[in-house]
């Protein structure tokens, strides 16, 4: 059974909306997009290469599809490690409204997602990678059904704009299995899902 990957980009405030540029997603009035274009950096690179090595499918929401479908198919170096794996890899879009995807290899994903996305993994021997897509992100945390989970944090505060962790969110632990901070401040993080948190009390010594 395959693992479901997520990673994604907040900020210090923890949005997470249209990070890559201004017109990927104004929904709200946002005008803050393309927040993490600054901090691109060879550590930052080096580990998107590193993830995308990792993935034998990819799962993605809608609004981060159509990104991806409306840039990554021009691209058609074969040595480029992002492009060649988004073109020739199996692509699932969750959406109710799109019927004919133009994208080579993807499947449009519209019944029960907590069924679908667990006949995915299933079938799928490494990892289904789930790259942005903050709705759906808070969709499968909430279905306990995202294994891993990597966490850019990039050092600025926006003030604004769509947040991955929500009043309502369900509760969940996670065991940090690695990271790094690239030159340029961005904390990397990755973290799988360890069930649910737990509580204790800080005492006060005795003599206190």
């Known amino acids: 059974m395959g693992k479901l990957v997520s990673q994604i980009f907040v900020s210090l405030d923890g949005v997470y909306q249209a990070p890559g540029g201004p ?14 274009v600054p901090y691109n ?15 034998d499918a990819f799962l993605l929401g809608r609004r981060t599809y159509d990104i991806f479908a409306a840039f990554w198919p021009k691209v ?6 992002v492009a060649s794996k988004l073109n020739a890899l199996p692509k699932y879009v969750v959406s109710s409204t799109l019927t004919d995807p133009e994208w080579a290899g993807t ?56 947040r991955l962790f929500v009043q309502g969110s369900v ?7 690695g990271g790094l901070i690239t030159s340029t401040g961005v904390s990397i993080q990755s973290y799988d899902r360890a069930g649910r948190p737990e509580y204790g009390t800080y005492e006060l010594p005795e003599n206190a």
């Open 23 to 36: 017109q990927e997603d104004p929904r709200d009035g946002f005008d803050q997009g393309g927040w993490t």
């Open 41 to 55: 950096d060879e550590d930052f690179g080096r580990f998107v290469t590193e993830v995308f090595g990792s993935v």
């Open 76 to 81: 058609t170096d074969p040595a480029d490690p």
């Open 107 to 162: 499947t449009v994903i519209s019944g029960d997602l907590a069924k679908e996305v667990t006949a995915l993994k299933e079938r799928t021997d490494g990892e289904v990678q789930l790259h942005g897509s903050g709705a759906l992100v808070q969709s499968l945390l909430a279905l306990d059904l995202i294994d891993t989970i990597h966490l850019l944090t990039f050092p600025v505060v926006l003030g604004a704009g769509r």
């Open 171 to 177: 509760p969940t632990a996670f065991k940090r299995t």
